[in-house]
């Protein structure tokens, strides 16, 4: 559910008007999962805490992807990308990649590593836009990579995981490439988390995989303007 964000004083979830409470109420943030204490909330209910509701893109994947407790990369893609802050394209996706394979699959082991969570933040960030079709690999691909990396440690000098991490970049750029049409943040993003969710459930032999829901639909066809119309992402029906 991602809104138009004409009015900046309601609900950055929905647009519906926040109201303030004359007491405290328990509530959860929308974005981050935090449990907090407020005084307000939109009239469907929705809380943003204070730190989702004014940080960057990047603060936000942080924030959300420390607290999260979701094995599912898709469910906390989503919701990042509902953020005001992350733009239809852009490249806080190429943060956003890692840093969601990482935390989801780290809380599916149950093993959840901050410093691993920030590396891949830190890392992502660093693949500048546009770099899909100016130098021939798109950050999406280069996100699953960096994700393999961190959680085998690799490093130039690491003959395995250093093959690991190229081959998972090279198995999403193809499927990348393959899809076609002008650059999508949004399919890159599905495209990168489908190959990584398979990349990492082949690599550690675990059962990931078969428990994730792949076949989420696109929420943001209407505002791509370039949106590839063949697109196997796209809601079948109008108005999307
Ligand atoms: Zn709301
Ligand atoms: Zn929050």
Known sequence: MKIDHDEKVNCIVCGAEVEYLKQAAKVECYYCGIEDEAYFCCV????VCNNCHAQNALDV???????TDSKDPFQIAEKLMEH?????HG???HALIPAVLVAAYQNFVGLKINNDI??????GKN??????GLYGACGGGIGVGIAVSILLEASPLTPGPRSHANW??????????DAGGARCCKKAVHIALEDGIDYLSNLF?????????????????KYNKECDSSCKYKKSFCGN
């Not at 920030?118 to 890392?123: A, F, G, H, Q, V």
């Not at 693949?127 to 899909?132: D, F, N, T």
């Not at 998972?168 to 990348?176: E, F, H, R, Y």
């Open 44 to 47: 469907k209910g929705h809380y």
């Open 61 to 67: 994947i942080k924030n959300v992807c420390l607290n």
């Open 84 to 88: 005001p802050s992350i733009h239809m």
């Open 91 to 93: 490249p806080e996706h």
């Open 118 to 123: 920030l590396e891949s933040i830190k890392r």
């Open 127 to 132: 693949v500048p836009g546009g770099y899909c």
């Open 168 to 177: 998972a970049t090279s198995k999403t750029l193809k499927d990348i490439a």
């Open 205 to 221: 032999d675990i059962d990931w995989s078969r428990e994730i829901n792949k076949s989420v639909k696109c929420n943001y066809s």
